[in-house]
Each structure stands twice: as structure tokens, then as C-alpha cells.
């Protein structure tokens, strides 16, 4: 194929009747939705890999991106430590049965558009002492973890989101790597571990934590035995490892981070597939306590998922509709507030969002990474993108951002991108040296 | 009754008997588990009407291609006949089951619902028929 990318076309008549996109603005508070449709054939369009060969993302004018790291094995999330290192949490988690003859089927498309790397189980250390965006120190911080994807810092106590536990380890400044095995604070859900992404942050006094556990399916087609503890946001007292259900109906909340300017929490949220190309746009949202926000039974508030039996009408009526569209498929899984003019005025109030990028949908979506502007801390304005270039302009995906994360001492954004299994890091252009100055 | 040295014969072949019995048996108990599946919304019984259907389809076009050539080698017109109505049938029902595998592999109660119960069953009406048709005897004359 010319494009190298493959397309399961359904049968003409179903495509042709409902698997078209109709262009709704579909980002903001008030997405349009389009009425839901199910082909024949699910519309399934990645983008198969190419490599960079010497290719870098596309950043505004005015910045320079830079490969921080490469050769990672599934860079996924990051911390930034106060010392300026790095932290990248590496692994590839799940591997819930496969129960259908769809469930193989599924799989063996959806692994052509990631890397074939395996996952590290680890966390990697990045030192780059004077911030000229090259790193002097590399190491493996953390080794022989469970797919390591949140990491939190509350004073000298590092925490490890595994997709089946969080870990307490003792941090100690300028540590370069932790043998000690680290405390189990709790286990986290990880039956079937369909989603198995622990999403992590840490409430700003530190005295909380906050864990996002992805449901164990798209629709609820594994039965709702399965989801018991699923498509929540825990809250955990990091001293007892003591939980409680937080907020409920996040069908995958894979980020957290706390809102600087109000002290609330946000995650970003994927949404559910295969009931059209334009359904249903993943989101931004504060997470309210106590809120449920739809999934299985509805999304956006009231909109009823006729896929789901029985229906649960008392729930579907207290459903939140979420704060901010996204986009639909976009796959959002990366959120990082700034915390002030770190990368510019222009930058200063406001969220990046990392889109890994669609599948089930013909016009590929997301693979970019996108600034959403925040005014007295609500969304105001629509996403613009800061990063992008992830696809070469033939459907092929030359990297696939998720997390992002922002050094404040550095100034700079990073990005993991786990199909390059690079690091990117994005700074503003240092000034153009005067002529004659000594350079180094 | 006049003595007659003609043997009541299918046109099936053994193994083509074999795998007919397949879609058949298949069809039916998918026709069964998304009946149950449709009563008690417990998600399990949707997973096998999947594997059923997809089983039937499987099965099916090993039984499709018994077909075509059964009928090629039709010899006598008689024979020809049936075995035209049963490549007819088994086709039909052939291509009702590869749609309702694509239908069975919608999420939860998408994968079953009026649709796919009443392709269940046009598919197992279909089957049977077929495995009628080509188990029916074929009065043979006597060899010379």
C-alpha cells in the first residue's frame, strides 16, 4: 500500500451509510455529538510506524525540540524532581484474555501501530545538569517494577503507580538509583487489567494521593462483575495506604495533575469507541468529589450507551457532563499544567494535553501535543497545537506523544513518546550568541 | 415391489458429511445462547454466540467449498438439481454467518440484540435446510 498504513474498510453499504465523518467541532464545553452509529466492521486506520530518520516534531516559532533520550523501552510518564532530573517510568502493562474471536483479531491490528520494543518495568534517570537540553547522566533509577506508569514526590517519598500496586521508595537528593525494594502502600486493581494504566499525582500539601484506574473494557462487554473498582479515581492516604472511590464513571482517566490556579484535580479521559468516528470526544475535566461522569451507562452527561444492559436510568440522570472536549479517539494521555510563565507568556495559565492518537477512525486524530488555554482556572479557548509532526503527511506515525511534563528550572516541556521511544524536550531558543563570544 | 438393485446414496461424501455437521450444530446453539444471552444480560453467553458464529462461519465455508465442487461433479441431472439448491442454501447461509460474526463482535448487548438474534436464526434455518437437502437419498440406477 502506497501509504503504508491499513485500513479495514467495513462493506461499502455500512460504511457509506454511517461511518462518515461529518466535521463537528467536537472541542470545548459544548461538543457537538452526533447521533450514534455502529458498522458492520469497526473503521480501524493507524498509523503504521516509520522511523524519524533524522526528523524532529513541529514546535512554534520561537522554540527548538530536541531528543532528550532514545532507546527508551516504552517511555510513558514522567516526574520532573526538584533537582531538575528526570524521571521516566518505561513499561507496557495489561494483557487481559482474550475472550472473543474479535478480542484476537483487535489485537493483532492494534499491535502493528506500537512499538515493538518491550516494555522496561523501569524507571529511568535523566540528568541534564545544565539544561542545554543533553543529557550527561543516564542511568536505571529504579529497576524490576510491574509496568510503571504514575510517579509522584512528597518529600523524600517517591511513589510508583505498577499497574497493580503503589510503591513508597525513599528518595534521597541527587540519588542516581534506588536498589532498596520498595513498600507496597496498597495494591491497586489489576484483574484482566484491560486498561491498566495507574494514572498518579499528589494533592499540592502532599497529604493525598490520587490514583485513575481505567475500566476493564470498552462498553461494559465483559459484564459489570468485571468493572468493580474500574473507571475511578482513587483517593489514597499515603500513611495508612487507606482508599476510598474519589470520583466514578472515568471510563480511562490516564493523567492526573491538581489545577495551580483553583486546587482542584483534572485528568484527561478517554472515552469510549466503535459507536462512530465522531463518539465519543475524549475530555479534560476537574474530577468532583463524589461525581460520576457516565461510563458504561452514558456519556457527556445524559446520552444514553444503548450497548450497555441492563440500563441503570437512576445513574445515567446524576451523570456530570466533563469540562472540556478533547476531540473524539484522540487518545489523551498526557496533562500538564503550567504553573506560570515557564515557557513563555504566551504559556503561562493553562493545560498541555499529549495525544497518543486514534484507531477507530478513517481521518487519523490526536498524535500531537496540544495547549489548552486556562483563564482564572477554567478552559478558555480552543486547543492549539504546540506539538505536532508526529505524522509524516503519508499516514505514517513517526511518534506517538503521551505523557507530557514541565521542567520548571529547565523551562522546558517534555514529551514521551513511546513508539520512538524518545524523550523530547521543548525549549524556548536561547538567544543567538554575539559574534566572538567564546562558545561551549 | 419390484425388486430393485438401486442403493439409497447422498451425493455428501463422508468428510463432507463431517464438516456439515458443524454449522449446523453451531448455528442452532448460537441460535440458544443469544436467546439466553438476551434473557439474563450476563455477558458470558454473548461470548459464545461470538465463538458459535464465527465457528459457523468458519465451518461454513469449508462446506461451501464441498459445495461448489459437489455440484461441478454432479453428474446426473437429477443430482445436479439438488445439488444446485443445496450450494444455493449453503451459501446463503454462509455469507448470513460471516455478517452476524461481524455483528456478534459489537460490544455487550450491540453484538446480539433483534438483529443479530434474527441472523442467528435465519442462519440456523438455512443450515438446516441444507443439511436436509444433502442428506436426502438419491434413487441411483443399478450399476451395469
Known sequence: MSARTFAVAALALALAACGSERG???????????????????????ASPAGWNGAVPTVPDGFTITALATDLKIPRQMLVLPNGDILVAEGSGGGAPRVRPKDVIAGILKSRGKSDVEGGDRITLLRDADRDGVVEERTVFIDGLNAPYGLALVGSDLYVANQDA???????????????????????????????????????????????????SNAAERGMMAEQDRAVVWEIDPATGRH???????????????????????????????????????????VREGAFYGWP??????????????????????????DYALGSHVAALGLAFADGPVLGSRFAEGAFVGMH???????????????????????????????????DGEGNARGR??????????????????????VWRVAPTARRVPAGAPSG | MPASSATAE????????????????????????DITYLNS??????????????????????????????????????????????????????????????????????????????????????ALMAAFVGHSAVRREAVR
Open chain 1, 244 to 286: 476510598r472511590q474519589y470520583a466514578s464513571g472515568l471510563r480511562n482517566p490516564t493523567a492526573l495533575d491538581f489545577n495551580p490556579v483553583t486546587g482542584e484535580l483534572w485528568a484527561v479521559v478517554n472515552e469510549r469507541d466503535e459507536i462512530g468516528p465522531e463518539l465519543v470526544p475524549d475530555y479534560l475535566t476537574s
Open chain 1, 297 to 322: 451507562y452514558s456519556y457527556w452527561g445524559p446520552n444514553v450507551d444503548p450497548r450497555v444492559r441492563p440500563q441503570k436510568p437512576e445513574l445515567v440522570r446524576r451523570a456530570v457532563a466533563p
Open chain 1, 24 to 46: 463537528l467541532d467536537q472541542q470545548g464545553s459544548e461538543p457537538e455529538l452526533p447521533k450514534l452509529s455502529q458498522t458492520l466492521i469497526p473503521t480501524i486506520n493507524i
Open chain 1, 166 to 216: 503503589l510503591l513508597r521508595f525513599e528518595y534521597r537528593d541527587g540519588a542516581t538509583q534506588i536498589t532498596t525494594p520498595g513498600r507496597e502502600v496498597t495494591k491497586l486493581p489489576s484483574e484482566l487489567n484491560h486498561h491498566w494504566t495507574k494514572a498518579l499525582t499528589a494533592s499540592p500539601d502532599g497529604s493525598m494521593l490520587y490514583v485513575g484506574i481505567g475500566s476493564n
Open chain 2, 41 to 126: 444480560a450476563v455477558v458470558q453467553w454473548s461470548h459464545f454466540s461470538a465463538w458459535l458464529v464465527a465457528g459457523t462461519a468458519l465451518f461454513g465455508a469449508l462446506v461451501l467449498v464441498w459445495a461448489i465442487v459437489a455440484f461441478l461433479f454432479a453428474r446426473r441431472s437429477g443430482n445436479r438439481g439438488r445439488a444446485l439448491t443445496y450450494l444455493v442454501l449453503i451459501a446463503a447461509m454462509w455469507v448470513l454467518s460471516v455478517l452476524n460474526s461481524l455483528h456478534h463482535a459489537r460490544d455487550a448487548w450491540g453484538s446480539v440484540g433483534t438483529l443479530g438474534l434474527a441472523l442467528s436464526i435465519v442462519t440456523a434455518l438455512l
Open chain 1, 357 to 391: 492518537g486514534s484507531w477507530n477512525r478513517s481521518n487519523l486524530a490526536g498524535y500531537k501535543v496540544v495547549w489548552i488555554p486556562f483563564s482564572r482556572g477554567r478552559p478558555a479557548g480552543k486547543p492549539v497545537d504546540f506539538v505536532t509532526g508526529f505524522l
Open chain 1, 401 to 422: 506523544p503521551v505523557g507530557v511534563a514541565i521542567d520548571p528550572l529547565g523551562g522546558a516541556l517534555l514529551i514521551a513518546d513511546d513508539l520512538s521511544n524518545t
Open chain 2, 10 to 33: 447422498t451425493f455428501l461424501s463422508p468428510p463432507h458429511a463431517i464438516l456439515l455437521a458443524f454449522p449446523v450444530a453451531f448455528s442452532w446453539a448460537a441460535v440458544a445462547s
